[in-house]
Nanobody
Framework: VQLQASGGGLVQAGGSLRLSCAAS?????MGWFRQSPGKERDLVAG????????YYSDSVKGRFTISRDNAKHTLYLQMNSLKLEDTADYYC?????????????????WGQGTQVTVSS
């Protein structure tokens, strides 16, 4: 399954963006990672196949919302109240079958990144 992220861009602090990730086929658990220069790639949000169960890192909890539309094979990340420190390349990813969506090592299928830049 191929994953393609989109929706990044330049936004002022306090603003919002919505990222999308189109999958070419069925996936199981999915998530969004982000990586800024000189830092590791971190899992910021994950979601079960059903969409019922979700995970958020402490850094985005209460501001970001992950969701999915399985009929469209699409994953979303609604990002509100953006901060300067949210600036990063954002990647969507899918877990190996049977693996939990809330841990980074579960993910083995990555899309290309989409850049998010938050300005003051």
């Amino acid at each position: 399954v191929q994953l393609q992220a989109s929706g990044g861009g330049l936004v002022q602090a306090g603003g919002s963006l919505r990222l999308s990730c189109a999958a070419s086929g069925r996936t199981y658990g999915m998530g969004w990672f982000r990586q800024s220069p000189g830092k590791e790639r971190d899992l910021v949000a994950g979601i079960s196949w059903s969409g019922v169960d979700k995970y958020y890192s402490d850094s985005v909890k209460g501001r970001f919302t992950i969701s999915r539309d399985n009929a469209k094979h699409t994953l979303y990340l609604q990002m509100n109240s953006l901060k300067l420190e949210d600036t990063a390349d954002y990647y969507c990813a899918a877990v190996r079958m049977g693996e939990p969506f809330y841990t980074a090592p579960s993910y083995d299928n990555w899309g290309q990144g989409t850049q998010v830049t938050v300005s003051s």
